[in-house]
């Protein structure tokens, strides 16, 4: 009833004409009569981005805004959310996991929706748009027309097609292309999706690795000021950075007024993603170190260090698999292909390793399927060496954290396997002999 009674009230704040109510409205300058009207409804109606900091839960972490749309004479103002979405919708997870998630937009009194972020101790900032009346009339126009129901969902796109950037679509759409152009740049140093996404995950372990395995090498590719626009921070802060011309041509900045309504206890987000590289080669030289250890037990003649090698090397190996294929249809498959797609990690990670896994439980003894294992351990290992190549060389894919940890432990398990395929108390066989026996 609330989103009723507040999309009932801005259309009659745009009182856009009857013929217009559902099709998409028109930008300025396409028709004459149409402006006059909106120069004299402009008058009186103020457009605002309102931005929120980071909050606590791992979504929140990003941040988010709303495009405010305020009735100076009426004092109705509303808040534009295009961040609704629904756990409990059908089939949420399967969407989630295939890149077809419904959001939609939702107008909001702008009070309450400030203070339910505030509830949560997030930073608030308010920046005042200098449009002229007859853009800030069509983006009313514009807002209302998005959030009646058969226009309000949307496919939603970590990347490409946010909160955010719809914020900055509606804006971009009645500057006819200004906001666009203005952002088109580079900015020094530049920023990546992957490293957006880092900054933002960093401290949550799981979501952190998942972000730097997940990611393929298109969202390495420098972004420019427009793309970075997918986090609310970003565009508050270049939207800073516009001029747009007034009624007599003259520039002046797109932000008249800019104003923090509540700065949050909680520490902000880093502006870069912090270097996590040396806590990847611990973890990459405490898992091989293990697998050397368990090696030389098992060489000494300990059938406990045989059985833990076993279990470490079917758990390892089904990890990887899972996560490979999981890669690999995510970046075929799925609609998360954009950023997922042309992924180096897969040499690391992939189907195959699903044959090791059934296969470990047999390795270090004198069986077929130990030999088996060997040959899938040979060229697991050969194919992350080869993927380390590619990518210092022709993928350039910002993958250290997890090549640090990878490489290591496909060539300590390959390693290990020649100690292993030796009888105990023997001369431990070099690395190259488990080819030759294989």
Not at 85 to 98: A, G, K, R, S, V
Request: aromatic share 8%; charged share 15%.
């Amino acid at each position: 009833m609330r989103f009723f009674a507040a999309l009932c009230a801005v259309v009659s704040l745009c009182a856009a004409p009857l013929h217009r109510v559902h099709a998409q409205p028109p930008v300025p300058g396409v028709d004459a009569a149409l402006d006059a009207a909106r120069e004299q409804r402009g008058e009186h109606l103020q457009v605002s981005v309102l931005t929120f900091g980071n909050g606590a839960v791992l979504w929140e972490r990003f941040g988010h805004n709303a495009l405010v749309i305020t009735d100076t004479l009426s004092g109705l103002s509303l808040a534009y959310n295009w961040g609704m979405f629904d756990f409990e919708q059908p089939n949420f997870l399967w969407n989630f996991l295939t890149g077809d998630t419904r959001y939609w937009v939702a107008a909001y009194p702008t009070e309450a929706l400030l203070q339910a972020y505030v509830s949560e101790d997030r930073t608030a900032r308010r920046q005042l748009l200098a449009l002229s009346n007859v853009q800030k009339a069509a983006l009313a126009e514009y807002v209302a027309w998005n959030a009646t129901e058969e226009n309000r969902y949307y496919r939603y796109d970590y990347y490409l097609d946010n909160c955010s950037t719809r914020v900055r679509d509606a804006i971009n759409r009645v500057l006819d292309g200004a906001l666009a152009g203005t952002l088109a740049d580079v900015p020094s140093p530049a920023t990546t999706w992957r490293e957006e996404t880092a900054r933002v995950t960093d401290g949550d372990w799981p979501a952190f690795a998942g972000i730097h395995v997940a990611l393929g090498r298109n969202a390495d590719q420098p972004l420019t000021r427009w793309n970075e626009a997918f986090m609310p921070g970003r565009l508050a802060d270049h939207l800073t950075t516009v001029s747009v011309p007034d009624a007599s041509g003259v520039l002046r900045p797109l932000v008249v007024h800019d104003s923090v309504v509540y700065q949050a206890a909680r520490l902000p987000l880093p502006p870069r993603a912090p270097f996590r590289g040396f806590a990847a080669m611990v973890i990459g030289a405490l898992i091989s170190g293990a697998l050397f250890a368990l090696g030389w037990l098992r060489a000494q003649g300990s059938k406990p260090a045989l059985i833990a090698l076993r279990t470490l090397a079917t758990l390892w190996y089904a990890l990887g698999g899972i996560l490979g294929t999981a890669l690999l249809l995510a970046g075929t498959v799925t609609k998360h292909a954009p950023y997922m797609g042309s992924n180096g990690t897969l040499f690391q990670v992939h189907p195959l390793l699903l044959i090791a896994a059934v296969l470990a439980p047999f390795a270090g003894g004198s069986s077929r399927a130990s030999r088996l294992f060997a040959r899938v351990a040979l060229l697991a290992a050969a194919l992350s060496l080869l993927g380390l190549l590619l990518q210092l060389t022709v993928l350039r894919q910002d993958s250290l954290l997890v090549v640090v940890v990878t490489v290591p432990v496909h060539v300590a398990m390959l390693a290990v396997l020649a100690l292993s395929m030796r009888p105990p108390d023997s001369t431990p066989a070099p690395v190259g002999a488990v080819a030759m026996a294989a």
